[in-house]
């Protein structure tokens, strides 16, 4: 195993910008903060992290982040590290001690953020990746072209079983491809997993014999190992196509416990992302933590949606989207398909399409097809409409004056 | 199920608080950005989230995060909100989606940080809680009252079993209580699991029988669920007396399927934690996180040091500490042991005791004790001394001098 383990980060430090870079080095491999025996150079040699880049970019005045050294000004710089895979091998877990460990908290830092991680094929040979993908995705949904127009259950949480059920007949009818639980709703007291699974799929199969379409739903089945697997056991004997899991609910070994073990494409959900990347000169950075999610089999990626409800700008969710399609390897890609949601109507299709270059994603939508004005079947039409313009070059402006529900949206939602 | 769970958050905000803490509440629970049909006023009573308290405590004049709505001012207040335990039942992992889902990038905070969560007592029942805890701790080390004085291996990385073993040979003839593989240190191929196991347990083994002391080594099996377990049950065939888990690399799920299985004191290492909490005003505060995985089983959890090499302040580790040692419930308490640790010598012991007030605890020190100037054994008497001293109420100043290790490390590190 001679290959390298490589992670880069954004940092913010008022030391020697070299000298900082070689305190994370040291202090996530053989370094010691008192010089200890045993701390030969063979020993570095073969086991120190290594300063591979460095490239200041700016200063600022002031520390993003306190309780740390303090210096009249504080330097900002794109580092690359390197690890020897003899380590720790191609494990997941600890490559996140090794990378994202005691790191962010270091004196020498005002400032740290993980951007990027490049791992040895080895890492490829150790895990699934996405069983499903794109392509699984569109042939379990029948959606050959064109992103699945998709939705989420709402309210999130409070109703039962049969009320979901209603509710996915409903969505059923109107023409769509995909339904996903609530994050807040996976198996609580009100709202059984089982019974729920149970009266969705009755309604969804149903539909599928009259109709020959299967609608997607995913199934929110977040919760310890053995809950999971079961749950997806009685998934797969319903019938059902997708098992939705919260990864930062669940976290990395519990995640990996179940996908080993699925069959069904795995839609992850961020919840939780907030905490971990918000804080500019904190945390991660999209591109490397969803990679080590599609590592270890998430076939749906959430990235948030254009002029979305939450804090995110646009810039960041199209770079989160086409992270996901980025290949981590040219013969093992591990690409996932991103979810785009939140705040989402027809009106942001044409810029989406635009800008991430292809449709092979989900579109989710929830007031944007609930609340068209003309009701969930027009809503659900406008949306698929919207990427039909959009693939065709045509504008959604034009292509609404031949299409009402088009028309209706860009009325109610522009 | 009747009772509700709590949590306790700091916000911050440049609309009117009252408004942003029910956004809050609507998001985590039934609510919706568009009204939708059924979100009946008995689904909200059923299922919503209600702000059971909220003081504003002060003002800023600049958004601590971006990307937020924009004010005059943003105000900080201190808000309390519950869910019903209909929507989740007792499950951490949709605890975790519930308390700390899509909140902390909603566009109305510039801030958000959770800060404690109250669970109703259902939770006590579905998790085990620490098994061994203080006093099981303290049967399988033999360490009868003060502190555990422990030791990291280091370099963290590098040396093979061999050395490993020697080096613990050596530490545990130097008198230490607690020796702990680094966590950057677990199953990598220069020093595998098993055979770090086999040669490090072969020495303390002998040294117990000739001494009667079991130094207790926490080795680090951080890795997916099955290894975890296969590691574990190697440890206890070998005699070893605890496990150690990176936290942050496994999560909740993993963690739960490895301590539902596990029948030795499970060392909980918290590295990552300054991604989640080193932004002032976002992300989690220790007693909301920490009490999450005592519920999950947690025995010895990190709570960095006094004067540490790291960012956080003593006041921090102090309120981490007191908050490991705060019963969850008075029938159910969860206690932990606080694992002191980070640049530590004999010096922070007399403030660590005054501070916490208690011995209960783990106190760890790497060149504190491998480079006392009379070596390790006069390192780790130093430390022993110092708590004695402490103990006692006699400053170390005082009983350095008729205790010539405590006196060489006062001289050599104060």
């Given at each position: 195993?001679?290959?390298?383990?490589?992670?880069?980060?954004?940092?913010?430090?008022?030391?020697?910008?070299?000298?900082?870079?070689?305190?994370?080095?040291?202090?996530?491999?053989?370094?010691?903060?008192?010089?200890?025996?045993?701390?030969?150079?063979?020993?570095?040699?073969?086991?120190?992290?290594?300063?591979?880049?460095?490239?200041?970019?700016?200063?600022?005045?002031?520390?993003?982040?306190?309780?740390?050294?303090?210096?009249?000004?504080?330097?900002?710089?794109?580092?690359?590290l390197s690890w020897p895979m003899g380590n720790i091998g191609p494990s997941i877990p600890n490559l996140v001690a090794t990378v994202a460990g005691n790191l962010f908290e270091l004196r020498q830092f005002s400032g740290l953020r993980l951007c990027d991680i490049r791992l040895p094929r080895a890492f490829g040979e150790a895990y699934p990746g996405p069983r499903f993908g794109i392509e699984g995705t569109r042939r379990l949904s029948g959606v050959d072209e064109g992103?699945?127009?998709?939705?989420?259950?709402?309210?999130?949480?409070?109703?039962?079983?049969?009320?979901?059920?209603?509710?996915?007949g409903e969505l059923a009818r109107a023409g769509i491809d995909f339904i996903k639980d609530d994050e807040l709703q996976s198996d609580g007291p009100n709202c059984p997993f089982d019974d729920r699974a149970r009266a969705v799929m009755r309604v969804l199969n149903d539909h599928a014999e009259k109709t020959g379409k299967k609608v997607m739903f995913a199934f929110n089945l977040t919760g310890e190992v053995d809950e999971m697997r079961r749950r997806h056991d009685l998934l797969l004997e319903l019938g059902a196509t997708c098992a939705m899991v919260s990864l930062n609910s669940v976290g990395f070994a519990g995640f990996l416990a179940f996908s080993r073990h699925s069959e069904l494409p795995i839609h992850a959900h961020r919840c939780g992302w907030g905490y971990l990347s918000r804080a500019e000169m904190l945390g991660w950075d999209y591109t490397a933590w969803s990679k080590l999610w599609r590592l270890a089999g998430a076939d749906h990626m959430h990235v948030n949606g254009l002029r979305n409800k939450f804090s995110e700008g646009d810039a960041s969710v199209v770079a989160s989207a086409l992270s996901v399609g980025t290949p981590l390897w040219d013969d093992k890609p591990c690409v996932a398909m991103p979810v785009f949601s939140s705040g989402q109507t027809a009106v942001q299709a044409a810029e989406t399409f635009r800008r991430v270059g292809h449709a092979d994603c989900i579109h989710a939508a929830g007031g944007g097809i609930m609340a068209h004005p003309d009701g969930p079947e027009a809503g659900v039409a406008s949306l698929r409409e919207a990427w039909e313009a959009a693939r065709s070059g045509v504008a959604a402006e034009d292509y609404a004056a031949s299409h009402p529900a088009l028309k209706g949206a860009l009325e109610a939602f522009g």
């Open positions: 195993m001679s290959e390298r383990i490589e992670a880069d980060y954004l940092i913010e430090t008022p030391v020697e910008p070299e000298r900082a870079a070689e305190a994370m080095a040291g202090e996530q491999s053989s370094g010691t903060f008192v010089p200890v025996p045993g701390e030969t150079p063979e020993l570095r040699e073969r086991s120190a992290a290594r300063v591979e880049a460095l490239e200041v970019i700016g200063e600022v005045a002031e520390p993003s982040l306190g309780g740390g050294a303090v210096g009249e000004r504080y330097r900002r710089a794109k580092v690359t992103p699945l127009i998709g939705t989420i259950v709402k309210p999130s949480v409070g109703f039962g079983p049969e009320e979901t059920a209603a509710l996915a």
